[in-house]
C-alpha cells in the first residue's frame, strides 16, 4: 500500500553531483512528513536533509549549503540533489516518510514510519 523507491545513486568522484529521486505511493503525499537519511558502514543511521508538513526545511550540518531538498507534488516525488559530494558522503541514501508533523530541527530517524530500500551513493577522492 505505502511504498517509498529511492533511485539515482551512483559513483562519482570527488566535487561531483548527484540527484536522488524518491517515488511515494499510497500516502497523502502534502500531508506527511518527508526526508533523506544516509547509513555509512560502521556508522548509525543519520539524517541529511527533512521537509516537514509545513514545508520548514532541515539539514544536516555536515551537507548544509551542498545539499537541496525538494518535493515535486504533481508527480508525488521527493528529491536530494547533492553537490560538491565528498568522500564521507558516501552511504546508502533511503527516503522516509512519517505523520504529519512539524519540527524546529532535523527530526531524528524514529519520527519515520515507512522508509525506502535505499540507494547505495559512493564518492571517490
Known amino acids: 500500500q505505502k511504498q517509498l523507491v529511492e533511485s539515482g545513486g551512483g559513483s562519482v568522484q570527488a566535487g561531483g553531483s548527484l540527484r536522488l529521486s524518491c517515488a511515494a505511493s499510497?500516502?497523502?503525499?502534502?500531508?506527511?512528513?518527508m526526508g533523506w537519511f544516509r547509513q555509512a558502514p560502521g556508522k548509525e543511521r543519520e539524517g541529511v536533509a527533512v521537509i516537514d508538513t509545513g514545508d520548514s526545511i532541515f539539514y544536516a550540518e555536515s551537507v548544509e549549503g551542498r545539499f537541496t531538498i525538494s518535493k515535486d507534488h504533481a508527480n508525488n516525488t521527493l528529491y536530494l540533489q547533492m553537490n560538491s559530494l565528498i568522500p564521507e558522503d558516501t552511504a546508502i541514501y533511503y527516503c522516509?516518510?512519517?505523520?504529519?508533523?512539524?519540527?524546529?530541527?532535523?527530526?531524528?530517524?524514529?519520527?519515520?514510519?515507512?522508509w525506502g530500500q535505499g540507494t547505495q551513493v559512493t564518492v571517490s577522492a
Open positions: 522516509a516518510a512519517g505523520p504529519q508533523a512539524l519540527y524546529r530541527s532535523l527530526p531524528p530517524p524514529r519520527e519515520f514510519d515507512y
Open positions: 499510497g500516502f497523502a503525499y502534502s500531508s506527511i512528513l
